[in-house]
């Protein structure tokens, strides 16, 4: 199956939350989960009839969760088998790997505005992982990578600032794991990310559920 290229705000309005695919819009009152009530097709009431079963609840989890990382089934599949295989708790192994991904750690150190946006930057060539050419979104970080802006890039005006500009304008706030020196263009790891620094409303027991039926 290839990937989705609709409307990405139908993306959040079928899960029901906000999984910030849109930047900015998403923040703003033009947000289509804040303007629309009910899921994409449903009636005139708002509402599609019928509840969820158990397994339907814990499918729309992981479909939430899988498209807010922007990832094909099978990649996060094998995201699930490799959390699966690790010592540690296997929801929080997957969360941990999902969060550390190349062009997830550009978006939280706010150098992009959605993790589309972010692997589109990455794919392009924009970044250094340890001073080495790193252009494939699923690279898994590891504590004390340090990702910076390429010099050229940053010539080109891809990151173009004013002079006044402290920081990025990302509307989410730095990550606790993530250090961002912004007048270098760059971020470094200084830990991996624990469950407590990652959304709170995502459950990832349902996802290891729904995998291990």
Not at 29 to 34: D, F, I
Not at 129 to 145: F, R
């Amino acid at each position: 199956m290839g990937r989705y290229t609709g409307p990405r705000c139908r993306l959040c309005r079928r899960e029901q939350t906000k999984l910030f695919l849109k930047g900015e819009r998403c923040y703003t009152e033009k947000c289509a989960v804040s303007r629309r009530e009910g899921v994409p097709g449903a009636s005139a009431g708002g509402r599609r009839r019928g509840k969820n079963s158990d397994y339907g609840i814990m499918l729309r989890e992981k479909q939430k969760v899988k498209r807010t990382y922007g990832l094909y089934e099978k990649q996060f599949l094998n995201y699930f088998k490799q959390a699966a295989a690790s010592k540690g708790v296997t929801g929080e192994s997957l969360l941990q790997l999902l969060e550390t991904r190349i062009d997830n750690v550009v978006y939280k150190l706010g150098f992009a505005n959605s993790i589309s946006m972010a692997r589109q930057l990455v794919r392009h060539n924009h970044f250094l992982l340890n001073g080495k050419k790193a252009n494939i979104p699923s690279i898994i970080l590891n504590e004390g990578d340090r990702l910076e802006v390429k010099a050229k890039s940053r010539e080109k005006g891809c990151f173009k600032r004013g002079e006044e500009d402290t920081g990025p304008t990302t509307l989410h706030a730095l990550p606790e794991w993530l250090t961002l020196e912004w007048a270098n263009f760059s971020g470094t790891v200084s830990r991996l990310p624990i469950r407590a620094d990652i959304d709170p409303e995502i459950n990832e027991q349902l996802i290891v559920e729904y995998y291990s039926k």
